[in-house]
């Protein structure tokens, strides 16, 4: 038996045991984020207060969720700021960096063992997002400490902490009751301006994130309703008599519309996150050009690019967009080797083990580097009359919808085995012409000075 109020949502609405906690911390989330920006407003609570209100509320969703599993979480933070504490300057980012993901690493084989090609929300959910804050911290802290200010770049500047957090600062950061269960994740120094009421515009106070909040609810529940009213399923992907019976054209539809169901339980996650956050005050980014209020500091995807871009690298960075800065400045920023490789390798390893994310980001590597190359040869050609810019925004529109399905597709598929099939089946086409085309294609001519 678990708890009442969990058995009787998995009673009404068929969720497994931790989809329903994990629904139940979320919406426990909406009135005390209201109580945080309202009762302990900066104006009226001072910044320990809120950290430790942030704080207790995040560990006890974590021990509601994960149960005695929230000791792993403890233990991997507590090493970690050990580290930061006990590191030399010049070595800090190393040494959290690789405890983090060994320990992060160490939990995806656990996983594995234990629920192997499941989808049980765990721990290592909670790890993934603490491994992210703590790693982003070490590097902020080594910028600030080691590195000259010279040989930063803009935004390593803005990020460099010349001091270690405090032991609050620190465990507030890590289990912000607002992101320790889906994201999105963020940087330490604006998470400490918003506890201290400085994150603002021009001096001027947070203006209030509630109406903001209720959109994003509204879209959050607009994308988890596709979950219900067409369940995602490819399992009948894996029976050949169903291949065989149906086009590869109906077979390409159908997994574009699993995949879609998929991004639409990420969507409600990340945008709920998001939504309750700007209800906490958090996420305030300053004014557009007509007035209005930005909340999109710590938004972690934008669905309308996500779903019909006309280019791979817009496509990508507008999906787990939090995950996407991290690996960006901890990795591609950092990595004197092959960046791009590195970062996709960093990616797959922090999602887990499964064959399934290597050949997502593999695929994704060579889709990108394809696509770079031949945007470059060949858009100039299309760009000087309307038309003919229309129909490549189409045909490139297609193409990159076509191949992150492709690609993403293995990350719900996991195992060998089944990612197998999906090579077989299609031949591995995309990969052999993306070859073909990144060999043979002209690279683009170096722009005169």
């Not at 909040?213 to 399992?235: M, R, Y």
């Not at 593999?362 to 394809?370: C, D, E, R």
């Not at 810019?389 to 719900?412: E, G, P, R, W």
Request: aromatic letters at 16%.
């Amino acid at each position: 038996m678990d708890h009442p109020l969990v058995d009787s949502l998995v009673q009404l609405s068929g969720l497994g045991p931790d989809r329903a906690r994990y629904l139940i911390c979320m919406m426990a989330s909406y009135p005390l984020a209201l109580l945080f920006s309202t009762v302990l407003s900066p104006a009226r609570a001072g910044p320990t207060l809120r950290h430790l209100f942030q704080l207790i509320t995040g560990l006890a969703f974590c021990v509601f969720c994960f149960r005695l599993q929230v000791l792993l979480l403890l233990l991997d933070t507590g090493v970690c700021y050990l580290l930061l504490l006990l590191s030399p300057p010049r070595l800090v980012h190393l040494t959290v960096f690789w405890w983090a993901l060994i320990f992060m690493s160490v939990s995806h084989i656990y996983r594995m063992y234990t629920d192997y090609n499941g989808y049980t929300l765990d721990f290592t959910g909670p790890t993934m997002i603490i491994t992210m804050k703590v790693t982003s911290l070490a590097c902020s802290v080594y910028d600030g400490t080691h590195r000259k200010e010279e040989d930063l770049n803009s935004d390593q500047k803005i990020l460099a902490i010349r001091r270690t957090p405090s032991v609050i600062e620190y465990l507030s950061y890590t289990f912000c009751f607002t992101s320790i269960l889906s994201g999105p994740t963020f940087n330490l120094q604006d998470y400490l301006n918003f506890i201290e009421g400085k994150n603002s515009e021009q001096g001027q106070p947070t203006p209030s994130g509630i109406a903001a909040a209720l959109l994003k609810f509204l879209v959050a529940v607009f994308f988890i309703s596709w979950t219900f009213i067409l369940p995602a399923d490819w399992e009948p992907f894996f029976d050949a008599e169903w291949r065989e019976s149906h086009s590869y054209l109906y077979i390409t539809g159908y997994l574009y519309l699993t995949c879609f169901i998929v991004r639409c339980n990420y969507y409600f996650a990340w945008i709920l996150a998001d939504s309750v956050s700007n209800l906490s005050g958090f996420g305030f980014n300053g004014y557009d050009n007509d007035g209005s209020a930005k909340w999109d500091k710590i938004t972690n995807v934008r669905p309308h690019k996500t779903e019909c871009s006309s280019s791979l690298k817009v496509l990508t960075e507008n999906w787990n967009i939090g995950t996407a800065l991290w690996l960006r400045r901890v990795c591609y920023e950092r990595s004197v080797i092959a960046p791009t490789a590195m970062t996709y390798l960093l990616s797959a390893t922090w999602h887990g083990f499964y064959p399934g994310y290597y050949g997502c980001f593999m695929s994704m590597t060579l889709f990108l580097l394809t696509s770079r190359k031949l945007r470059r040869v060949v858009r100039p050609h299309f760009i000087n009359s309307t038309a003919m810019k229309m129909f490549y925004d189409a045909l490139t529109t297609v193409c990159s919808v076509l191949l992150i399905n492709y690609a993403s597709i293995q990350l719900c598929f996991l195992s060998f085995e089944r990612n197998y099939t999906l090579y077989r089946h299609f031949y591995c086409l995309p990969h052999i012409i993306c070859t073909l085309i990144y060999l043979f294609c002209p690279s683009p001519k170096p722009k005169k000075e």
